[in-house]
C-alpha cells in the first residue's frame, strides 16, 4: 500500500517563496506508485491550508488564489493515529503516515514544526527539533562544532541591550572587515559585510530585525565549500561543492540568481581536502543530532584551513539546488534521493 506523506511548504517565514519552488520540485519528483502527498500550504500569516490542486501552482505562489481547492486545517495531537483535521463546513479527519516539512527559515527549519510533530508522534522526514534549533542558532552550533574538534570562526554574540561601545570594541578586537548576523537567520537575511567602524551600526540594527541576538564574527578568507550529508547513525556524504564569488558575500540575491557567483560541483580542491570537508561534516552532523539528511557548509581559507559556517537543515531543494546536485554526483537522481529521504524518516 501506497504511504501518505504530509508535505508542508510555504510557512511563516521571510523564506515562504524558496519554500514553495522546493515543494513543488518535491512533490513533482515524489514518486506516486510509492507514495501519495497530503500537500499542506503555510501562509505567511501562518494559517495552515489543506491544498487538493494542482502541483505546478505552487512554485509561484498561486496556489493559495483559489479558495476552491483549498481548506483550513490543524495537526491532531493524537499520539496513536496521524491525522489531518480538516476544519471546513464539518470538521472531518484525513490519515497520513509521516511528515516532509519542506519549510525554510524561522517557523519551519528552526525546530517549531518539528516539535509539532513530534509532540503528536508523527515521523519526520528530516532533522528532530534538538538538532533543527540548534543548527539555526549560529552561535551555539559553532560551540559544539568546535568541541568536536572542528575549526569555527572567532565571534562574539551580543543581545538588544548591548552598548555601542561594547559592539565597536568586540568588532575591533575581531578586526575588519568582519561579518554582522543574526543568531538565528536563513538565507542571509539581516546578514552585512562590515568593512569599517561607520557601517557597524546599521548593520547591527538590520541583524536585530531579524533575531533578538547578533553576532560579530571575523572575515575567514578563502571560499565556502559545502558538503551534502545523508543517514541516521553513520552517515553518507555527496560530492563537495565550492561557490565561487566575483566579490561581495553569497547573500540571499546571490544564492538564489547566482548573478555575479558560480556554484562547481564537485569542487575544484584536491582529492585529499575533499575527503578532509567530507569528515568534518561528519563530525558537525553527528555533534549536533542531526539525522536523515542536511547540508553542512564549511570555509576553504588559503593556507588549507576548514573552518565551518553552519548547517541547513532544510536546504533548496529544488532540481538544481545545491543538495540535490551532491547527491546526484553519488548516483542518486532525485527522485531516487527522496525515496532514500522517506526510508530514513520512517527509521528509529
Known amino acids: ?43 505567511r500569516e501562518g494559517q495552515w491550508l489543506c491544498y487538493r490542486g494542482p502541483v505546478p501552482a505552487i512554485g509561484g505562489g498561486e496556489w493559495e488564489r483559489d479558495r476552491a481547492v483549498l481548506t483550513p486545517c490543524a495537526l491532531a495531537p493524537d499520539r496513536d493515529r496521524h491525522q489531518l483535521l480538516l476544519l471546513g463546513d464539518r470538521v472531518s479527519r484525513v490519515s497520513f503516515d509521516a511528515a516532509f516539512p519542506v519549510l525554510h527559515g524561522k517557523n519551519g527549519e528552526d525546530g517549531t514544526v518539528q516539535g509539532l510533530l513530534e509532540l503528536a508522534g508523527v515521523p519526520v522526514i528530516g532533522c528532530g527539533t534538538l538538532s533543527s534549533a540548534l543548527c539555526m542558532d549560529k552561535h551555539r552550533a559553532h560551540l559544539l562544532a568546535a568541541l568536536a574538534g572542528v575549526a569555527v570562526p572567532r565571534g562574539e554574540v551580543f543581545g538588544s541591550g548591548a552598548s555601542q561601545d561594547e559592539l565597536s570594541a568586540a568588532a575591533d578586537r575581531l578586526g575588519y572587515p568582519l561579518f554582522v548576523k543574526p543568531v538565528r537567520a536563513g538565507s542571509s537575511y539581516g546578514i552585512a559585510k562590515v568593512n569599517g567602524p561607520e557601517q557597524l551600526a546599521a548593520a547591527v540594527q538590520e541583524a536585530f530585525r531579524h533575531d533578538r541576538e547578533v553576532i560579530l564574527e571575523e572575515t575567514v578568507p578563502g571560499f565556502e565549500v559545502g558538503c551534502a550529508v545523508l543517514g541516521n547513525g553513520d552517515p553518507t556524504v555527496g560530492l563537495v561543492d565550492e561557490i565561487e564569488l566575483s566579490g561581495g558575500f553569497f547573500n540571499f540575491d546571490e544564492k538564489y540568481t547566482l548573478k ?89
Open 1 to 43: 500500500m501506497r504511504k501518505t506523506i504530509l508535505v508542508l511548504f510555504g510557512g511563516c517565514s521571510s523564506e515562504h517563496s524558496v519554500s514553495l519552488q522546493s515543494a513543488q520540485a518535491v512533490l513533482e519528483h515524489l514518486d506516486r506508485n510509492k507514495y501519495q502527498p497530503l500537500m499542506v500550504g503555510i501562509t
Open 260 to 348: 555575479t557567483s558560480a556554484i562547481h560541483c564537485p569542487a575544484r580542491i584536491p582529492p585529499e581536502k575533499v575527503a578532509e570537508i567530507q569528515e568534518a561534516a561528519k563530525t558537525v552532523y553527528r555533534a549536533l543530532d542531526c539525522r536523515v539528511f542536511a547540508r553542512v557548509d564549511f570555509f576553504l581559507a588559503p593556507d588549507g584551513r576548514v573552518v565551518f559556517n553552519e548547517v541547513n537543515t532544510i536546504p533548496g531543494f529544488t532540481s538544481h539546488s545545491r543538495y540535490p546536485n551532491m547527491m546526484k554526483g553519488i548516483g542518486l537522481d532525485f527522485s531516487t534521493l527522496l525515496d532514500k529521504l522517506v526510508e530514513l524518516g520512517f527509521a528509529s
